[in-house]
């Protein structure tokens, strides 16, 4: 091989060795950036919860249906969110335990929601409507008829059920349901009107529908629904940051492995080419010392310096090589 040929082939080498560590680190920040997407998607997600959450309070306090629906789009916008996040996750085998967790406490999140949400419209959003409007209705009747009746005893002891009505209202507490009973159902004994003891009887039924549903949903944050909204809420705050914290080590073990290949590969590449160099250079070197001395030997033979000269020994199909065989056919 000619000089032009193997610089040519030791330019080919560089340019390959060039394209060799571009090719691992722009592999590399595609991976980097991928992880660092899927923690732009937990970010979104935790982001997105504190919005549930959000959504969840309002409906609480305002008693309006469209906080439902701001809820459930938001949690369909997660569940894109969580999917694309589990591909990324998939790719790099990083284990989907946390991701699996997290969906399964939103689910049961979101269930727990739209129970409570149900529960609050069966007892009636505003005091008109569901089991609110119905009581009102009922109490109304029992008041009507208790004032028209000209029974004061009866009239004190229907406001004593008002009072008791009113009390678990305010403070939810369950004796003032044991309270309620007793007192209704101690009058509803001792009245004989036919049309005002259906009427208590409407009361009774209205008001304890109203009140078990207030059970169920929880008299506090300790209890019923409430409680296991709680704590799933919980639950899904601790999975977020489980998968945040494996996501975090990932992309520390990722950038590790991206330098150590980087270094590996640039060294390997450098002595490779210092080696290829360095044979190249001696290969060039050998050659030209030989054609050197080859050549003033041939010199000296020619002023009649030495008697006898011997053919230049160099091998190979460069250039050394092809002026020594040209002087080899003059000698």
Do not use: W
């Not at 959000?54 to 469209?66: I, V």
């Not at 591909?87 to 967790?101: G, H």
């Not at 490779?272 to 044979?279: G, N, S, T, W």
């Amino acid at each position: 091989m000619n000089i032009k040929n193997k610089f040519l082939g030791l330019s080919i080498c560089v340019l390959a060795a060039i394209f060799s560590i571009l090719f691992v680190n722009l592999h590399s920040i595609s991976n980097l950036n991928k992880l660092t997407e899927a923690r732009t998607l937990v970010g979104s997600l935790k982001s997105n919860q504190l919005i549930l959450r959000k959504y969840e309070k309002d409906f609480f306090s305002r008693k309006n249906l469209s906080y439902k629906q701001e809820f459930i789009t938001t949690f369909q916008k997660m569940e894109k969110q969580l999917s694309h996040l589990n591909k990324i996750l998939v790719e790099f085998d990083v284990s989907l335990e946390d991701t699996k967790n997290f969906n399964k406490t939103m689910i049961d999140y979101k269930k727990l929601f739209l129970q409570i949400v149900e529960l609050d419209t069966i007892k009636g959003l505003t005091p008109k409507t569901g089991l609110y409007g119905s009581l009102r209705n009922s109490v109304h009747k029992v008041q009507d008829y208790a004032k028209k009746s000209g029974n004061y005893k009866l009239l004190s002891s229907v406001y004593e059920l008002r009072k008791e009505e009113k009390d678990f209202m305010l403070r939810l507490d369950e004796k003032y349901i044991t309270r309620f009973k007793t007192k209704i159902d101690k009058l509803i004994s001792t009245v004989t009107n036919e049309e005002m003891k259906s009427d208590l009887l409407s009361y009774k039924k209205d008001f304890l529908a109203l009140t078990s549903s207030e059970v169920n949903k929880g008299l506090d944050e300790q209890k019923g629904l409430l409680n296991e909204l709680r704590q799933t809420i919980h639950a899904t705050e601790k999975s977020i940051k489980e998968l945040e914290n494996r996501l975090e080590e990932k992309i520390k073990k990722q950038n590790s492995e991206t330098k150590i290949i980087s270094i590996a590969l640039t060294s390997f590449v450098v002595v490779f080419m210092i080696v290829v160099l360095f044979l190249i250079g001696k290969n060039i070197v050998g050659n030209l010392q030989k054609f050197e001395k080859g050549l003033l030997t041939f010199f000296k033979y020619i002023n009649r310096e030495v008697s006898s000269v011997e053919p230049l020994s160099i091998k190979g199909k460069d250039e050394f090589a092809q002026m020594a065989t040209v002087i080899n056919e003059n000698i």
